[in-house]
């Protein structure tokens, strides 16, 4: 079993040539410019289009308790507007053009995102580097949003099958930055002061922590050029800073077993199983992917097959990983009628268990690696996706790999590795999240 | 103001080409097969995969009300095995290419797809087509598959934005197929027989009322060699049939405006102020298409900068129309807390009286003009979007339009035309539904 191993730092004021067109990739070329900010591009044949973001490396699990939701309040501002521009003048030139344009917040990171047909990559990469460099945090703007994200969060609470993942991670992740939603509470948002987020805003927005990505029907140096004028004056500001290194995990946080059940009034019951994983850099990540599409990965997986297509009890059912700097969960969601619950958990326990002691078959892995091959290539074949790669490329281990390089890990996985992968991590303890109507204290053994 | 002016019918046994490569847009070729089997294809440049898909022509409004939801059964039905392949077969076969594979149903039709890459392209014809053609829709399968359908339905009643739209629906074509859940309900799923089902099937999914569309890195004369191969029997069975011709409006269903409230305990009061739009077929569709964008198409649209952006009313605001082959909506969303809904009521209507009063200037006509332009052109890059247009072009018009082309008709509307259409449309008679934590009784004027 291996891993991506996190690449050299690159000197400050160069451009590389990181990979060479070909392995299903195109150019990727990265520049460091004087005051630490990363520019990364990847030219693609054939599309007419570009998608252009910045990432700031900071996400919610960046925040404390009490100002929980910050990032995502700062990311909502952002469009709100700048020094030269209003809200208004933000979304009419993106909107003019047909933009799709965009931000997210994650426990790791906040992306500002602008995907346009090549002509106006200019226009994209003046307004989304206006935002991110000169954003004003209006005051009057911030009592306004705060009431947008009031409803956001009500929103969040009126969906179950999201409201289920918040749970799972406040109780596995109990007393961690991890555990915490990232729109954070009605508390923390009535309480967020203007100073607060704009404290937040001063810190965490430095060339050195921000990370410019671009992929598509483009050229790297003006891409560059263009970039380099918009932060200008922050570049200066940042005299000799280097480049953010990639998050590494040093001890994971502790993980916390047991049920918790949020009694909810909802037709059906939304369930999560899970287990601590693996972090993003470790050698079991790839066998561990595969062994999560065994499972749960598509209509063929084992507990597919086994809940709903052999007993009808779920629409959906999903296995699957994700992986943070310094852990990670395998988890199983299910929504089933209420009086389906106990059955759903002893069919995807049996299923569980029976992987952790038999592993898997050189058929089904066979399947799983044509899956991941086969869904890898054409989840990429958009400037989106690729612009999303040669971020979390750049924000976990600073080293691109070609479609390729990467492929060729995944067909290394042998059933051994995932069979020692399943016995390891699906014995670990578990911890299930249930959002459904029962009362408080009903067990789910 | 125009349309598009639905085709002549094409002789049975021969192959045409519709669009030359450019404009937008690939070679664009349709066969129809002797027995009534059209397929049309579109050959795209620079994209290494394929999307593959087969429509039958008939959706949820074709249903009586007795046996609502029998459409959407049947979808479920056909992954479930053939002659010669079991569910598990089918989701192997397509698993292990990574397919992104799929199948939904609309008031108007049913389509199953694939999206593989290229050299997949003859397995997914191949398991698409027999799902398609040799489905044996068998006892045990329809009884584990009610259970399914039942989890779906009481999945969707958990998210009440969604509730709302059929809410709205059931009001404002009260007494007409239209108004009828897609899904069914929980009495008519559990009453339809396999027999009811079966039938549909047979009387459906016959040569004449299936449409074949694909896009991406194919050879039109390839694909329809496979195609005719696997459809042979139904082909032979079917004699001289032709092609279905598009289905074409007569009377529009009568429209029941006033106020509809599903009393739920939701975080958000969930909205919808629609009043009737267009068919697909009107001359107006294109004029109607800019004014929602300019009233609720994207940040800087009016009803998202008045509810959202000036007053922080709500997260999610949207004004979009729909259309069908005999009438039409143009509807307005919005998710609020409980107690701002008068308000967002008074704003989102005092916009749409504005807009009737006065119409639109010029500087939003070229933005709504811009966002629609380029929206179009990115939102048509990936194979399944190309698919899925050749497929509505052919269900609707039995006419292919290039990118150029269909931007060309938006260029030509002026503001005369979107403020024509405006004075028109928004003083039709309005209905408001509504699910939220409210009284039954409560008035919202």
Redesign the interface.
């Known amino acids: 079993m291996t891993t991506v191993p996190i690449a050299a730092e690159q000197e400050v004021g160069t451009t590389v040539t990181l990979l060479e067109p070909g392995d299903g990739t195109g150019l990727v070329r990265r520049t460091v410019l004087p005051g630490g900010l990363r520019v990364v591009t990847e030219t693609m044949?054939?599309?007419?289009?570009v998608a252009f973001g910045i990432s700031a490396t900071t996400g919610s699990r960046d925040e404390d308790a009490e100002h929980a939701g910050a990032a995502h309040f700062l990311e909502h501002l952002l469009?709100?507007g700048t020094e030269r521009r209003s809200?208004?003048d933000?979304?009419?030139l993106?909107?003019?053009?047909?933009?799709?344009y965009n931000a997210y917040t994650t426990k790791e990171q906040t992306t500002y995102y602008a995907?346009?047909?090549d002509r106006?990559l200019p226009l994209a990469i003046d307004v989304i580097s206006d935002m991110v460099a000169n954003s004003v945090v209006d005051p009057a703007e911030v009592?306004?949003?705060?009431?947008?994200?009031?409803?956001?969060i009500?929103?969040y609470?009126?969906?179950?099958?999201d409201v289920v993942d918040d749970v799972f991670a406040a109780h596995f992740f109990k007393g961690s930055p991890l555990g915490r939603p990232i729109l954070g509470t009605n508390d923390t948002i009535r309480a967020l002061t203007r100073e607060r987020i704009l404290e937040q805003y001063r810190s965490a927005y430095v060339p050195s922590e921000l990370i410019v990505a671009a992929a598509g029907n483009l050229d790297h140096d003006t891409v560059v050029r263009q970039v380099a004028e918009a932060f200008r004056d922050k570049l200066d500001a940042a005299g000799d800073a280097r480049p953010a290194a990639p998050r590494i995990g040093t001890e994971p946080p502790a993980t916390n077993p047991g049920t918790v059940l949020v009694s909810r009034?909802?037709?059906?019951a939304?369930l999560i199983l899970g287990r601590e994983g693996v972090k993003r850099t470790d050698p079991r990540w790839y066998a561990l992917r595969v062994l999560s599409a065994i499972l749960g990965?598509?209509?063929?997986?084992r507990l597919?097959?086994e809940v709903?297509?052999?007993?009808?009890?779920?629409?959906?059912v999903h296995g699957y990983t994700c992986s943070y700097s310094d852990t990670g969960l395998f988890q199983v969601y299910v929504?089933?009628?209420p009086d389906k619950i106990d059955e759903v958990l002893d069919v995807c326990r049996t299923e569980l268990e029976r992987a952790a002691a038999h592993g898997v078959d050189a058929a089904e892995l066979?399947?799983a690696k044509?899956?991941?091959?086969?869904?890898?290539?054409?989840?990429t074949?958009?400037?989106n996706a690729r612009m999303s790669r040669l971020t979390s490329h750049e924000l976990g281990y600073r080293r691109h790999l070609s479609l390729s390089e990467d492929l060729a890990l995944f067909d290394a996985v042998t059933s051994e590795d995932v069979s020692e992968v399943a016995a390891e991590i699906l014995t670990r303890p578990e911890a299930l999240a249930v959002v459904g109507p029962y009362e408080e204290g009903r067990s789910f053994v």
Chains 1, 2 share one sequence.
């Open positions: 044949q054939g599309v007419r289009s469009f709100k809200a208004l933000i979304s009419a993106l909107d003019g053009v047909g933009a799709d995907k346009v047909l106006d009592e306004t949003e705060r009431g947008v994200i009031l409803e956001e009500a929103m609470e009126d969906e179950p099958a009034d909802s037709e059906q939304h990965g598509g209509m063929s997986s597919f097959q709903r297509e052999k007993r009808g009890l779920a629409y959906a929504g089933c009628l066979a399947r044509g899956q991941i091959r086969g869904s890898w290539v054409l989840g074949e958009g400037t």
